[in-house]
């Protein structure tokens, strides 16, 4: 009997562990690959989120077939619209909400995938603000997946309720008074996602017009971080590139755009590349509202 309970002990410790372990061969990394995904599909410990942005119709796509087992989240409900901004962080019952109704626990290794890479990284940086750190972004999402001829699946999966304990991380947001008050301090590396219209101040985005941006902050688009036209992610020694070139060594990288969606992937990216990292999740939105200064050109 005692031999038998050990296999069962030891099985039961596999079950557990093996999300992280595996995590662990990936370089300890917060992305995983489409094939590493394949191959945890059936391990109860993983959670595949498909981030769906209704608006651009993912829940038919999501109908039409999507990767076995995931489960959707609406982008709608990682977001508040609040203090006349598009795109604020909910309160933390809601985030909790959304978590534990898709299924997920503490001890999830949560997996997100989505149509539109930063609905998948405003997803990760929710779960980073909430205090679940076991995340992991699905390089090349679901396009590659099927450019690779996997399984999909049109059944909507049934799980369990999951049961999160929040430890929201404030200090993650800032606000422009933050951005203010840290103006001189050279340990601070702004970044801004948006479009060289927004950036140098001549254009806008979708009606949305830019005189600039905030002083000293040095551009960086999201889709620099990815492969031409894909959604995979460039090598780590790329990404590595694209941030020495704007942040020293050691400083925390703060990112926005224009209600902190695009900058969740400049975001995402900085974190894993080991940066201290925030965002200023009112965006060039808050900033233009308050009417704060900004600078327009290439220079930063």
């Known amino acids: 009997m005692l031999t038998n309970f050990r296999a069962r002990l030891i099985a039961t410790l596999f079950i557990t562990i093996l999300p992280s372990a595996s995590h662990a061969q990936n370089g300890n990394s917060l992305v995983v690959s489409t094939s590493w995904l394949a191959s945890h599909l059936d391990n109860p410990s993983v959670a595949v989120i498909d981030v769906a942005m209704l608006d651009m119709g993912d829940d038919k796509t999501y109908a039409e ?56 990284s405003r997803a990760l940086f929710t779960l980073d603000y909430i205090g679940h750190h076991k995340f992991a972004f699905l390089n090349g ?12 699946s049109r059944d909507v999966p049934t799980f369990a309720r999951g049961h999160i304990t929040p430890h929201p991380n404030p200090a993650l947001v800032v606000t422009s008074d933050w951005i203010t008050a840290h103006a001189s301090d050279r340990n601070i590396a702004l970044i801004d996602t948006r479009t060289d219209g927004e ?51 050691g400083d925390t990288v703060v990112t926005y755009c224009w209600v902190g969606y695009r900058a969740s992937m400049t975001y995402f990216v900085a974190r894993q590349l080991g940066y201290p990292v925030k965002l200023y999740d009112g965006s060039y939105q808050d900033w233009l509202k308050k009417r704060l200064p900004v600078h327009a050109g290439a220079r930063p």
Do not use: C
């Not at 990404?239 to 942040?247: G, N």
């Open 199 to 249: 950036y140098l101040g001549t254009g806008d985005r979708h009606g949305m017009p830019s005189e600039g941006h905030i002083a000293g902050a040095h551009q960086l688009q999201w889709e620099q971080l990815f492969e031409s036209d894909s959604m995979t992610l460039k090598d780590e020694s790329a990404l590595k590139k694209l941030y020495a070139d704007r942040v020293p060594r």
């Open 141 to 152: 999402s679901i396009a590659k997946w099927r450019a690779e001829g996997r399984p999909l």
């Open 65 to 120: 077939g999507h990767i076995p087992g995931a489960r959707v989240i609406n982008y709608d409900r990682l977001v508040v619209r609040r203090d006349g901004l598009n795109a604020e962080l909910p309160g933390v019952d809601q985030i909790r909400e959304a978590l534990e109704s898709a299924g997920i626990s503490d001890s999830t290794l949560v997996v997100v995938y989505a149509s539109d890479a930063p609905a998948a």
